[in-house]
């Protein structure tokens, strides 16, 4: 069974799909009301699941005619795409911000479920066990060499 914030994730990412411009307003309020939930916990969707590593910009105004602006960043060159991925990840990258990268990558279709999962299990602090910041280090070297295998494949 899926929990609440997955169940938000994905009605956003339905409006959006929707949305021709892949821009949506939203009130936190409303969202809160509808799916019968705290405001707080339309903010941690928001700022979990609609992170930059995941292909989305987010802005908001607050107060009374306050509003969250969600945007999908949409990129046609998959070659440029790969390349700023690899500019943002330099010299260190979390493994959040790599399993969010990887999802995009999904989304795009830039690679496979299955290879995915291979990247994913490269890349854990389980994996790489070093301390920190040698293994965020190490990690970003690991996904460019990934990422650079995956551009020139295309």
Known sequence: MRNISDVIEAHLKQIILRNNQNII??????IADQFECVPSQINYVINTRFTVERGYLVESKRGGGGYIRITRITNDDKTKLIDDIIAMIQPTVTQQAAIDIL????????????????MVSALTRDTLAFQLP?????????MTAMLSSVKYEM
Request: hydrophobic letters at 35%; glycine letters at 0%; zero cysteines.
């Open 134 to 142: 040698v293994r965020d280090e190490i990690r970003a070297r690991i």
């Open 103 to 118: 999802e995009r990558m999904l989304e795009e279709d830039l690679i496979t479920k299955r290879e995915a999962k291979i």
């Open 25 to 30: 307003e939203i009130k936190r309020s409303e």
